[in-house]
């Protein structure tokens, strides 16, 4: 998707997409720091957009891995069901179904969460029910990574995963944060 369908997308759906800009290659790579994934099998995205963060953990993912990249609009899907790679599950649905899409490959847990979706901009209920969801759904030790504009939901992943570190990205259109949590 272009960057001008881009913003599009993000002022029609601004309650759901909570930005008009995609993240910038600094906070991408933020986003999947402090994980390890050689020894990753199965990586879950929440609010995956057109990709763009999905391209940087694939680069990442080796052969035999899976991810499975959560986005609801159905557009956005269209756009990384074009990259082609056979290691990705394009899940158009709401990411506190997550348990589905892991019975669906017979896999018990995630190694690892990477989230950019916009709790702020959410119902705290569904926010805290897909936290939840993620939480129960990856392995001991696993990683969960957030990004986000702002640390007003930080109390959710408080809540879910006890200690919550957070690290600011400046070169971000606006300033970025990533929470990085473990389980
Ligand atoms: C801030 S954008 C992030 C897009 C991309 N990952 C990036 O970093 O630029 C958040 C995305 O979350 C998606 N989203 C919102 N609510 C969701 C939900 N309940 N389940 C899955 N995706 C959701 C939106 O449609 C939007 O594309």
């Not at 990586?43 to 035999?64: F, N, Q, R, S, W």
């Not at 702002?150 to 690290?167: I, M, P």
């Amino acid at each position: 998707m272009s960057t001008f369908s881009f913003l599009l997308e993000g002022f029609r759906h601004m309650r759901t997409t909570g930005t008009l800009t995609r993240s910038s290659p600094a906070l991408c790579k933020a986003a999947i720091d402090r994980i390890d994934f050689k020894n990753a099998t199965v990586v879950v995205e929440l609010g995956a957009g057109d990709g763009v963060i999905t391209k940087y953990i694939l680069d990442k993912m080796p052969a035999h891995g899976k991810v499975i990249a959560f986005e609801v609009s159905p557009e956005l899907c269209d756009d990384m069901r074009a990259f082609n790679d056979p290691r990705l599950i394009v899940a158009q649905d709401s990411a506190e179904n997550i348990r589905h899409y892991l019975d669906q490959i017979g896999v018990d847990k995630a190694d690892h969460v990477i989230s950019a979706i916009p709790f702020a901009a959410l119902p705290e209920a569904l926010g805290k029910s897909i936290v939840r969801a993620a939480r129960d759904n990856l392995r001991p030790g696993g990683c969960y990574n957030q990004v986000h504009y702002s640390l007003k939901t930080k109390n959710y992943y408080e809540q879910a995963f006890g200690r919550v570190e957070t690290q600011r990205v400046w070169a971000n259109l606006p300033p970025a944060y990533v929470l990085y949590c473990n389980k």
